[in-house]
Every structure is written in structure tokens, then in C-alpha cells.
């Protein structure tokens, strides 16, 4: 087969990936495991090494990672894929909550990378390519990426993989004219190498960087007086061992009845933590049953509320979040009891450089008195510094000239959109430039552990393999139809199923071509995918597309189970903000089913997105726009009750009185119904004006569908399930 697909002639697609940390290399891997297709993909690296980035490139061993080694399989669908390797390279020993180092977490990565890149199909080039990337030109087609080196190259695909960028030094310390006393990159290998063992310093911030600095000079034999200052002087709390059930803690948050205010937000948090303590849990498991919604909840907030929440909260979050291996924190309280570190809350008001070292007022926060320290050395651990206005870099001031990114008005990072596509500074969403990881922090905040990144990179690989098949499919669909011309004319041969799942009281159609025995299922529910597979078993038909309406609230959609099993392909309506489809269709395209022919028709109101189907001029399936004798409801998912009555009236009911009306859903067993009929008898839109009608739909007062919180992420994914194992940490 795959000699076969490169003798097609058809040009493979080239990706391209800025980046070799943990982000891009999983983006690599997961295209090299999962492609269908030829394709070229090219991996940019700047430093030699590929697969270890800033967190995984550190050789010391006591650098341990934050997260427990059961929960950091680097694939969202293999669980144990990094205990497996553990347990087959040597580290018999760990168990689920061993907490590993982040040199041995770095031979993962990069045996992951090795093993994809042994067994990729022979259709497929893959070139690791050691180069810094700095400039960057996007044309309709294309991008072209300039190397340092001189060399450059053009890509269909780019995705910018460029993670953590080291923090500046603050204010005012980087005004300080003798550079030798201040490291401003705690994460350079050799950061620390000039540091004598009786030397004071002053560490700036108190977090994640700072312990790994005090965990490298402690390795270094370092017996000299630590400093380390905040502005809330917090430090990682410790993770604690919580066994059987109660590791797990219930959802208790729902998306649609959240509140939208910070405020709000900790106090639900903190009354459920106080629930939880009373019932003998863990807060730990509260913050934890956070995590699978805490994106969504953070997009829902509004602007003043994201930065009331990054003024107030952020520091508190971040310590009960992001926490650090027992044994470590055992080592910290040690050495702070025994008066080596110091740690101090408070704001760094002057520094006055002297003849043997920097004395550093500091106004303390809690008495607002200050305190000097006299310091030989101060190291920067602010940790990474994701305001890309400030930035200074030659590929992100390519990037900008260009407009080709918009940075987040939080200053953290740039805009996105839920696939990671990157958003120009015209807000137009780029269909060949990704990111994902530290990048997105303004548009997810929690984006940037192997958690997050993980299932990231393995969407954002589906999303380029779906484009990249669809231009591979719809090349070849070219070349077959130039075939077809030349052989006789084939009249259509459409047969039609009406199938119903009495729960949702959902209409699934099943269209067919008669002649090729190839078959499309719209709208299929996912309680209800057996029954559809055994009727396509006992017709003998291939399925070839699922395609939907809208993003359904009331159900879930059997798409994806439907496509893994048929690999079918998944299509969906454009701008319905979905992720994982094949392909998105259209106002006004048609989709081939052998002669059958698919219109798609934009059918905005009961949500935005919504599209009906005529089939072959005579079969309009009309979701949930058009009910027989009603229509869908507008008050959720930007549903728009003048809209719908306009796509009913000037579109709908513009086609021919015969066409026939196939609705996604009837509670009183009708099932057919036409133009004509509805034009007349259907009152919601017969003799009602467009205010009338308005008035009328945002007075109806219905309770939320049952489903609604589980279905709508879920349908966003094509009907992938969120499996909260993806974001327990
Ligand atoms: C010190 C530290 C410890 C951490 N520990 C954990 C942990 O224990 N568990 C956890 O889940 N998460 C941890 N994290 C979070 C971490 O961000 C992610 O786990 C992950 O490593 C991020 O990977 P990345 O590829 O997005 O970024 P990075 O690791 O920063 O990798 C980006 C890569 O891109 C390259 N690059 C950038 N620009 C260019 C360019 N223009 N051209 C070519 N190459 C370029 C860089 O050289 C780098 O190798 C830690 C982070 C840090 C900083």
C-alpha cells in the first residue's frame, strides 16, 4: 500500500514543527503513529537535543518531576505507557506514585520520538533538522521558515512548538550595572556553576524554579544562606499520597451554572474543600476534581474577572496546583527550620550594588516594613516569562511584523482557537499555523504540564492529519472523477431510512447510494451506534461520511465511535468550533455520495453554526431549525431566535412546496412532513411576524437539556467522550 500511495503523483504535504521540547516532539510522534497519508514532516530544534526541552534537559537527578510517574503517560489514550517503559527499561522499582526524575522523563520523550520515527510507514519523511528558526512568511498556500543557518523551506503546516521562554530580570534589579552578580536564566545548565559554597543569595520568586535552584545547589554542596522573596512569599505545598477511592473526587462543578466571577469562584471552591475535610478527604482531590474543567471555566470568565483572578488568586492557586514530590519538600522544611533558606513575602523596593556584593531592600508584605539583605549573588527564578509583547526574539518579531499573531490582552501568550490555530492581529483564524503549550496560557491558563500537552498534541495531530487527508483525498477524488467522465452517465439511486432513539427522541438518517453500496449517516446518537453498524452490516454498505447538523445538547453524537470503527469520515459545519472532524462543510457545498448529491444548506438560529441537508433537490433534513408543526429552541449556544426566523422564511420555505421535511427530533411519532404543509400549518412561523416570533421564543422558559454539560464538549470532539483520566494529575 504504501508504494502504491507515493506512485499517485500527488504532491505530500509538508509539516513543519518549530520546537523539540516535550510539545513538539509529541506532535511529531503522534504524527508519525497515527498518518494514513504521505507526508513530509520537518523537526526544529535549536539546541542538539530533540525530545527534552527546558524541563526534561536537566541532568541532575535529583530534578524530580512534579507530577506522579502513573500520571505522566505522554498519551491521552494509553494510560500506562510511561510506567510500561519504566518498568521495560530498567526501573522495575516505580511504582504509580514514584515520583521519577525529569532526566530519566527526557529518555522517554526521546525514545518515544526514536520508536515512531523506526516504525513510520514507508510513505512517510520525517527529518530532524538542528537550527534555530527566525523568520517566518505566510502566503495563501504556504509558509515559508527561514533558518539561521540560511537554509529555508516552505510548509503547508506549521506548528510553532516554542514553549517556555526564560524570564527577565525585574525591576529593579535589572538596572544594576555589574552583571557577574545576577543570573538571569535559572534554567541554563550551567546557571549555578559560578556560585561559591558560602556565598549568599538572594533567590527572586518562590516557586517551582527556586526549588529546582535550591535542589541543584544542594547537590553542589552549597552551605551558604539562602534568600528567596515573592510577592506573596508562598512556596509549592507538598504532595501527599491519597489511596483508593477518595483520590478520585466527584465533579462538583458545572460549566453552565458556574459562576462567572473570581470571587464566587474560590468560594465555591473553598466551601467544597470544607465539605470535603468534614467528610475526611483530601483538599488535594478538590483541586484535583478542578482540573477537567478548569480551561473551560477560565474561558468563561470575563476579562476583569481573569485579571481580578491573576491579581488576587493566582499565587494561592498556583502553590495548591502545581505541587512538589514529598521527599523534596521534606529536604526544603529541613533546611528552612534549620535557618539555611529564608523566605520572605514582599516586594523588592531598591538594591544598592557595594564593594562585596548587593544589598536588597525588601518592603515586607504583611508589616510593610523593610528589610535589607546583603547578597553576593541573586538568581532570577521568576519562571517563565510568557508576555510575548516583551519577548524578544527574531521569529516572534517576524511573526508580528506580519500580524501573523495577536498577543492575549492578559499579556500571556497569544491568541488561539480551540484547535490551537493561531489568530492573526485581524482576528482571522490561520488554517496552516498552530501552537499549543505555554503559548496558549491567556486563552487556557492550564496548558502548560504534560497533562494539558498531552492531549494537545494528540488533537492538534488529528486536526493536521484530517486537512491534510482531506486535500490528499479530494487530489485523488480528481483523478477518479477525470475516470468517471469518460464512462457512461449514472442515474442516481437514493434509498432513504428514517431511524429514531426513543430517549432523545432523535431522527438519525441513513442515506445510500444504491449503485455503490456506500452509505452517510446524519446526526447518529451514540447510544444507538450498534443498531446503525448491524444495519449497514445486513445492507452490505460501506460507510463513508457521519456528517452532522449542529452540535447536538441533548445527546451525544455516535460519530466518532462510528468513525473508529468504519473509519468513516467525520464532517461537520464550519465555524461550529469543533475540533477532530475530517472535514468541515460549507453554505452551499455539495458533498458526493456516489450520484447522491448533499447540499448543504447555513441554517443559523437554533445555534449558530446549524446546517440543513437537502438530498439529491427532494430530502431536506432539517436538524433542529425546522420541527414538523415547531422548530428548535434559541437559547443556548448562541442560538438567535431573528435568525432562525429568517433561515425558516427567506430560505426554507423558499424551496419548492414538495420538498420533503425530515426534522432531527418529534415527540408525537410524526414523521414526515412537507414545505408546503409547514408554510401553512406550522405555527410557529404561519402568520407570526419576525417580532412576534422573537418575543414568542425567548418566552418559552425550558428547563437546560439533561445532557446538556456532557454532551456539548463532547460533540465539540465529534462525540469523544472527555475522559477525566486526561487531566488528573
Ligand atoms: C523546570 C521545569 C520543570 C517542569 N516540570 C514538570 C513536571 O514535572 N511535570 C509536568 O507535567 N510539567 C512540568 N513542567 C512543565 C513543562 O512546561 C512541560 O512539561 C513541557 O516540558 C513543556 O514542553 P514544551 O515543548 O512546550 O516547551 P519547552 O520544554 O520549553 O521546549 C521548547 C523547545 O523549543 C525550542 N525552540 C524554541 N524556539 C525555537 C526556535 N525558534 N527554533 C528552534 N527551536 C526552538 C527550545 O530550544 C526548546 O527545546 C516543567 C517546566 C519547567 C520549566
Same mark, same amino acid.
Given at each position: 500500500?504504501?508504494?502504491?500511495?507515493?506512485?499517485?503523483?500527488?504532491?505530500?504535504?509538508?509539516?513543519?514543527?518549530?520546537?523539540?521540547?516535550?510539545?513538539?516532539?509529541?506532535?511529531?510522534?503522534?504524527?508519525?503513529?497515527?498518518?494514513?497519508?504521505?507526508?513530509?514532516?520537518?523537526?526544529?530544534?535549536?539546541?542538539?537535543?530533540?525530545?527534552?526541552?527546558?524541563?526534561?534537559?536537566?541532568?541532575?537527578?535529583?530534578?524530580?518531576?512534579?507530577?506522579?510517574?502513573?500520571?505522566?503517560?505522554?498519551?491521552?489514550?494509553?494510560?500506562?505507557?510511561?510506567?510500561?517503559?519504566?518498568?521495560?527499561?530498567?526501573?522495575?522499582?516505580?511504582?504509580?506514585?514514584? @515520583?521519577?526524575?525529569?532526566?530519566?522523563?527526557?529518555?522517554?520523550?526521546?525514545?518515544?520520538?526514536?520508536?515512531? !520515527?523506526?516504525?513510520?510507514?514507508?510513505?512517510?519523511?520525517?527529518?530532524?533538522?538542528?537550527?534555530?528558526?527566525?523568520?517566518?512568511?505566510?502566503?495563501?498556500?504556504?509558509?515559508?521558515?527561514?533558518?539561521?543557518?540560511?537554509?529555508?523551506?516552505?510548509?503547508?503546516?506549521?506548528?510553532?512548538?516554542?514553549?517556555?521562554?526564560?524570564?527577565?530580570?525585574?525591576?529593579?534589579?535589572?538596572?544594576?550595572?555589574?552583571?557577574?552578580?545576577?543570573?538571569?536564566?535559572?534554567?541554563?545548565?550551567?546557571? +549555578?556553576?559560578?556560585?561559591?559554597? &558560602?556565598?549568599?543569595?538572594?533567590?527572586?520568586?518562590?516557586?517551582?524554579?527556586?526549588?529546582?535552584?535550591?535542589?541543584?545547589?544542594?547537590?553542589?554542596?552549597?552551605?551558604?544562606?539562602?534568600?528567596?522573596?515573592?510577592?506573596?512569599?508562598?512556596?509549592?505545598?507538598?504532595?501527599?499520597?491519597?489511596?483508593?477511592?477518595?483520590?478520585?473526587?466527584?465533579?462538583?462543578?458545572?460549566?453552565?451554572?458556574?459562576?462567572?466571577?473570581?470571587?464566587?469562584?474560590?468560594?465555591?471552591?473553598?466551601?467544597?474543600?470544607?465539605?470535603?475535610?468534614?467528610?475526611?478527604?483530601?483538599?488535594?482531590?478538590?483541586? &484535583?476534581?478542578?482540573?477537567?474543567?478548569?480551561?473551560?471555566?477560565?474561558?468563561?470568565?470575563?476579562?476583569?474577572?481573569?485579571?481580578? @483572578?491573576?491579581?488576587?488568586?493566582?499565587?494561592?492557586? !498556583?502553590?495548591?496546583?502545581?505541587?512538589?514530590?514529598? !521527599?523534596?519538600?521534606? +529536604?526544603?522544611?529541613?533546611?528552612?527550620?534549620?535557618?539555611?533558606?529564608?523566605?520572605?513575602?514582599?516586594?523588592?523596593?531598591?538594591?544598592?550594588?557595594?564593594?562585596? *556584593?548587593?544589598?536588597?531592600?525588601?518592603?515586607?508584605?504583611?508589616?510593610?516594613?523593610?528589610?535589607?539583605?546583603?547578597?553576593?549573588?541573586?538568581?532570577?527564578?521568576?519562571?517563565?516569562?510568557?508576555?510575548?509583547?516583551?519577548?524578544?526574539?527574531?521569529?516572534?518579531?517576524?511573526?508580528?511584523?506580519?500580524?501573523?499573531?495577536?498577543?492575549?490582552?492578559?499579556?500571556?501568550?497569544?491568541?488561539?482557537?480551540?484547535?490551537?490555530?493561531?489568530?492573526?492581529?485581524?482576528?482571522?483564524?490561520?488554517?496552516?499555523?498552530?501552537?499549543?503549550?505555554?503559548?496558549?496560557?491567556?486563552?487556557?491558563?492550564?496548558?502548560?504540564?504534560?497533562?494539558?500537552?498531552?492531549?494537545?498534541?494528540?488533537?492538534?495531530?488529528?486536526?493536521?492529519?484530517?486537512? #491534510?487527508?482531506?486535500?490528499?483525498?479530494?487530489?485523488?477524488?480528481?483523478?477518479?472523477?477525470?475516470?468517471?467522465?469518460?464512462?457512461?452517465?449514472?442515474?442516481?439511486?437514493?434509498?432513504?431510512?428514517?431511524?429514531? &432513539?426513543?430517549? #432523545?427522541?432523535?431522527?438519525?438518517?441513513?442515506?445510500?447510494?444504491?449503485?455503490?453500496?456506500?452509505?452517510?449517516?446524519?446526526?447518529?446518537?451514540?447510544?444507538?451506534?450498534?443498531?446503525?453498524?448491524?444495519?449497514?452490516?445486513?445492507?452490505?454498505?460501506?460507510?463513508?461520511?457521519?456528517?452532522?447538523?449542529?452540535?447536538?445538547?441533548?445527546?451525544?453524537?455516535?460519530?466518532?465511535?462510528?468513525?473508529?470503527?468504519? *473509519?468513516?469520515?467525520?464532517?461537520?459545519?464550519?465555524?461550529?468550533?469543533?475540533?477532530?472532524?475530517?472535514?468541515?462543510?460549507?453554505?452551499?457545498?455539495?458533498?458526493?455520495?456516489?450520484?447522491?448529491?448533499?447540499?448543504?444548506?447555513?441554517?443559523?438560529?437554533?445555534?449558530?453554526?446549524?446546517?440543513?441537508?437537502?438530498?439529491?433537490?427532494?430530502?431536506?433534513?432539517?436538524?433542529?431549525?425546522?420541527?414538523?408543526?415547531?422548530?428548535?429552541?434559541?437559547?443556548?449556544?448562541?442560538?438567535?431566535?431573528?435568525?432562525?426566523?429568517?433561515?425558516?422564511?427567506?430560505?426554507?420555505?423558499?424551496?419548492?412546496? &414538495?420538498?420533503?421535511?425530515?426534522?432531527?427530533?418529534?415527540?408525537?411519532?410524526?414523521?414526515?412532513?412537507?414545505?408546503?404543509?409547514?408554510?401553512?400549518?406550522?405555527?410557529?412561523?404561519?402568520?407570526?411576524?419576525?417580532? !412576534?416570533?422573537?418575543?414568542?421564543?425567548?418566552?418559552?422558559?425550558?428547563?437546560?437539556?439533561?445532557?446538556?454539560?456532557?454532551?456539548?464538549?463532547?460533540?465539540?470532539?465529534?462525540?469523544?467522550?472527555?475522559?477525566?483520566?486526561?487531566?488528573?494529575?
Amino acid at each position: 500500500m504504501g508504494t502504491s500511495m507515493l506512485n499517485l503523483g500527488i504532491p505530500p504535504q509538508t509539516v513543519a514543527i518549530i520546537g523539540s521540547g516535550f510539545s513538539g516532539t509529541l506532535v511529531a510522534a503522534n504524527l508519525l503513529r497515527n498518518t494514513t497519508i504521505p507526508l513530509k514532516i520537518k523537526l526544529i530544534e535549536r539546541s542538539s537535543q530533540f525530545g527534552r526541552g527546558v524541563a526534561y534537559g536537566t541532568q541532575i537527578e535529583s530534578h524530580l518531576l512534579n507530577v506522579p510517574a502513573g500520571k505522566m503517560s505522554a498519551f491521552p489514550d494509553e494510560p500506562s505507557h510511561f510506567l510500561n517503559w519504566l518498568h521495560k527499561n530498567g526501573y522495575e522499582e516505580v511504582t504509580a506514585s514514584t @515520583f521519577v526524575s525529569r532526566r530519566i522523563y527526557g529518555d522517554y520523550v526521546q525514545a518515544i520520538l526514536k520508536e515512531a !520515527e523506526e516504525s513510520k510507514p514507508a510513505y512517510v519523511r520525517f527529518e530532524k533538522i538542528v537550527d534555530e528558526a527566525i523568520g517566518i512568511e505566510s502566503a495563501s498556500e504556504n509558509t515559508t521558515i527561514y533558518l539561521s543557518g540560511g537554509e529555508c523551506f516552505s510548509a503547508q503546516k506549521v506548528v510553532l512548538a516554542l514553549g517556555n521562554f526564560s524570564a527577565s530580570l525585574p525591576q529593579p534589579l535589572a538596572s544594576l550595572p555589574n552583571r557577574d552578580r545576577y543570573i538571569t536564566d535559572a534554567w541554563s545548565q550551567d546557571a +549555578i556553576a559560578q556560585i561559591k559554597s &558560602d556565598d549568599s543569595i538572594l533567590l527572586v520568586g518562590t516557586g517551582l524554579t527556586m526549588v529546582d535552584i535550591f535542589v541543584a545547589l544542594q547537590r553542589q554542596g552549597f552551605s551558604g544562606k539562602i534568600h528567596a522573596v515573592s510577592r506573596h512569599g508562598l512556596t509549592p505545598i507538598r504532595h501527599e499520597k491519597i489511596q483508593g477511592k477518595s483520590s478520585i473526587y466527584p465533579a462538583f462543578i458545572n460549566l453552565e451554572t458556574a459562576p462567572k466571577t473570581a470571587r464566587k469562584l474560590l468560594r465555591l471552591v473553598r466551601q467544597e474543600i470544607q465539605i470535603a475535610t468534614e467528610q475526611g478527604q483530601n483538599w488535594r482531590s478538590v483541586i &484535583d476534581a478542578i482540573r477537567p474543567v478548569t480551561q473551560s471555566l477560565w474561558r468563561s470568565l470575563p476579562s476583569p474577572e481573569k485579571n481580578r @483572578f491573576l491579581r488576587h488568586v493566582k499565587a494561592y492557586w !498556583e502553590v495548591h496546583r502545581h505541587r512538589i514530590a514529598p !521527599e523534596i519538600a521534606d +529536604i526544603l522544611d529541613t533546611v528552612a527550620e534549620a535557618g539555611q533558606l529564608n523566605y520572605y513575602g514582599g516586594r523588592i523596593a531598591s538594591c544598592q550594588e557595594v564593594e562585596n *556584593g548587593v544589598n536588597v531592600t525588601i518592603r515586607q508584605r504583611k508589616t510593610g516594613e523593610n528589610l535589607v539583605l546583603s547578597v553576593d549573588k541573586i538568581i532570577n527564578c521568576t519562571g517563565a516569562n510568557t508576555n510575548f509583547r516583551r519577548l524578544q526574539h527574531p521569529l516572534l518579531a517576524s511573526l508580528q511584523e506580519q500580524r501573523l499573531i495577536r498577543t492575549n490582552t492578559l499579556s500571556m501568550g497569544i491568541d488561539t482557537a480551540t484547535n490551537g490555530a493561531l489568530i492573526d492581529a485581524d482576528g482571522k483564524v490561520s488554517d496552516q499555523l498552530y501552537t499549543l503549550g505555554t503559548p496558549r496560557k491567556g486563552d487556557l491558563w492550564e496548558t502548560t504540564a504534560v497533562p494539558e500537552i498531552r492531549v494537545q498534541a494528540a488533537n492538534l495531530a488529528k486536526e493536521i492529519l484530517t486537512s #491534510s487527508s482531506n486535500k490528499f483525498y479530494a487530489a485523488i477524488e480528481e483523478i477518479w472523477f477525470k475516470e468517471k467522465l469518460t464512462s457512461e452517465s449514472n442515474p442516481s439511486k437514493m434509498i432513504f431510512r428514517q431511524l429514531f &432513539d426513543r430517549e #432523545s427522541c432523535t431522527y438519525t438518517y441513513l442515506i445510500i447510494d444504491g449503485e455503490t453500496h456506500t452509505a452517510l449517516l446524519v446526526d447518529p446518537v451514540l447510544e444507538q451506534v450498534e443498531r446503525d453498524l448491524q444495519i449497514l452490516r445486513e445492507l452490505g454498505l460501506t460507510l463513508r461520511y457521519c456528517l452532522e447538523t449542529h452540535i447536538h445538547a441533548d445527546h451525544i453524537t455516535g460519530t466518532d465511535a462510528l468513525r473508529e470503527i468504519t *473509519g468513516c469520515a467525520a464532517i461537520l459545519p464550519e465555524n461550529s468550533q469543533a475540533i477532530g472532524a475530517n472535514r468541515y462543510i460549507r453554505d452551499g457545498e455539495i458533498l458526493k455520495l456516489g450520484s447522491v448529491e448533499i447540499q448543504a444548506i447555513a441554517a443559523p438560529g437554533h445555534t449558530n453554526s446549524h446546517m440543513v441537508y437537502l438530498m439529491n433537490g427532494s430530502h431536506l433534513l432539517t436538524g433542529d431549525a425546522l420541527f414538523i408543526r415547531g422548530c428548535g429552541r434559541t437559547d443556548f449556544q448562541n442560538g438567535d431566535a431573528g435568525a432562525l426566523y429568517d433561515t425558516v422564511t427567506q430560505k426554507l420555505f423558499k424551496l419548492p412546496d &414538495d420538498t420533503l421535511v425530515y426534522p432531527g427530533h418529534d415527540y408525537q411519532g410524526r414523521t414526515v412532513s412537507t414545505i408546503g404543509e409547514e408554510k401553512q400549518w406550522n405555527s410557529r412561523f404561519s402568520g407570526r411576524s419576525r417580532k !412576534e416570533f422573537i418575543e414568542l421564543m425567548n418566552h418559552l422558559k425550558l428547563p437546560y437539556p439533561k445532557k446538556m454539560s456532557e454532551a456539548v464538549p463532547a460533540n465539540q470532539n465529534c462525540g469523544k467522550v472527555v475522559n477525566v483520566w486526561d487531566f488528573q494529575i
